[in-house]
């Protein structure tokens, strides 16, 4: 679980964070869920490897506001030979309310963009809880 602020800039006129912007909250989450487990997406692209996301369902439940802090929590759903599901939300703990659930299904590719098979330490790192 990560935690961030809410800026400026995440948010249109009114204040409330554009629903795209959601998108990168999840990407922070899951790049930081890998991070913890030793993986650096750096060094995996530098090696010419990339986890794209192929299929992404999102439900928005309420908003988010300027300075807003919010929580980004990631969990594993499967592991498969070739693709990976994680199950995401976010929420806000200053009130409990959960802004967003949403389930991401990611693939693992060479740098041809061909799919591959993910690589043990992937996996395991996937596998730890």
């Known amino acids: 679980m990560i935690e961030r ?10 204040g409330v964070v554009y629903h795209g912007h959601y998108l ?17 997406l750096k060094e995996l692209h ?8 192929i299929r992404l369902e999102i439900d928005y439940r309420a908003s988010a506001f300027l300075d807003d802090l919010v929580q980004i929590e990631t969990r594993v759903l499967e592991v498969t030979g070739g693709t ?15 802004l ?7 693939a693992f590719v060479d740098s ?6 993910w690589p043990p330490e992937l996996v395991q790192a996937f596998q730890q809880s």
């Open 5 to 14: 602020r809410v800026c400026y800039a995440d948010t249109d006129a009114g």
């Open 24 to 40: 990168r909250f999840l990407e922070e989450g899951r790049t930081e869920f890998l991070r913890e487990r030793g993986i650096s």
């Open 46 to 53: 530098d090696q010419g490897w990339l986890i794209p996301v």
């Open 84 to 98: 990976a599901t994680m199950g995401q939300r976010i929420l806000r703990p200053a009130d409990g309310k959960f």
């Open 100 to 106: 967003v659930n949403s389930k991401v299904k990611l």
């Open 112 to 117: 041809q963009k061909s799919p591959r098979r």
